[in-house]
């Protein structure tokens, strides 16, 4: 079955340091990945999402993700953090099927110091 | 831009109360899902639609129904709430196929509820 590990709950992180959010997936095909982004009491927001060709993604606010298969990672990069990006990241996995269900992580809470 | 919009954004009802969550999306898509969302656990599929008048169950069912009688318009229905179902519920939308970005689901704000 499908799955989708964040193995970080929580992290802090100073502004103006680089960021990276962990996310695993458990799938037997290529996946298609996402990373979404949630700021308090919103919706989700697509960051930014895989489905072939370069295993570099770039997204929204300077956001880029790597698919590596053999790891079966697709980490969340940022090279320099700004206070608004406290919010909480969700990576999802899906399959390309017909009715397009997502397998949504736990979700990692990014808190940014001053 | 695709947009995705639910009807109330807090809602308190009382226990036993038949309580309606309404979404609209306005970019034509075929896929509309329901989801809550509590600390720890993610964002958990409650129902699926990928037609007017066609749903599936997601991974947690029990206690809801849902309702789409129009292409725009997904309704989630508590039949008689409880306090368990407190929760915030995201409604989300997506076009079908089977083409990479079909898979691409795009959220509302969300609906925090809460049942007392």
């Known amino acids: 079955a499908q799955s989708v590990t964040q193995p970080d709950i929580h992290i802090t992180v100073s502004e103006g340091a680089s960021l990276e959010l962990r996310c695993n997936y458990s799938?037997?095909?290529?996946?298609?990945l996402f990373w979404y982004v949630q700021s308090p009491g919103q919706g989700l927001q697509l960051l930014l999402k895989?489905?072939?060709?370069?295993?570099l993604v770039q997204g929204i606010k300077g956001f880029e993700a790597e698919f590596k298969r053999s790891q079966s990672s697709f980490n969340l990069r940022k090279p320099s953090v700004h206070w608004s990006d406290a919010a909480e990241y969700f990576c999802a996995v899906g399959h390309g099927g017909a009715t397009n269900k997502l397998i949504f992580g736990t979700g990692t809470l990014l808190a940014v110091q001053p | 831009d695709v947009k995705v919009t639910q009807s109330s954004r807090y809602l308190v009802k009382r226990t036993g109360e038949k309580v309606f969550l309404e979404c609209v999306q306005d970019m034509d898509h075929e896929n509309m899902f329901w989801y809550r969302q509590d600390p720890g656990l993610g964002l958990r599929l409650i129902y699926f639609s990928y037609d007017v008048k066609m749903k599936e169950k997601g991974d947690i069912p029990e206690g809801y129904s849902v309702s789409r009688e129009k292409k725009e318009r997904f309704s989630l229905i508590l039949e008689s709430a409880s306090t368990n179902q407190t929760s915030m519920y995201l409604c989300?939308?997506?076009?079908?196929?089977?083409?990479?970005?079909?898979?691409?689901?795009?959220f509302g704000p969300g609906t925090r509820l809460t049942v007392l």
């Open positions: 895989y489905f072939s060709g370069d295993t």
């Open positions: 799938y037997g095909a290529t996946p298609y």
């Open positions: 989300a939308s997506s076009w079908a196929g089977t083409s990479g970005d079909t898979d691409t689901q795009y």
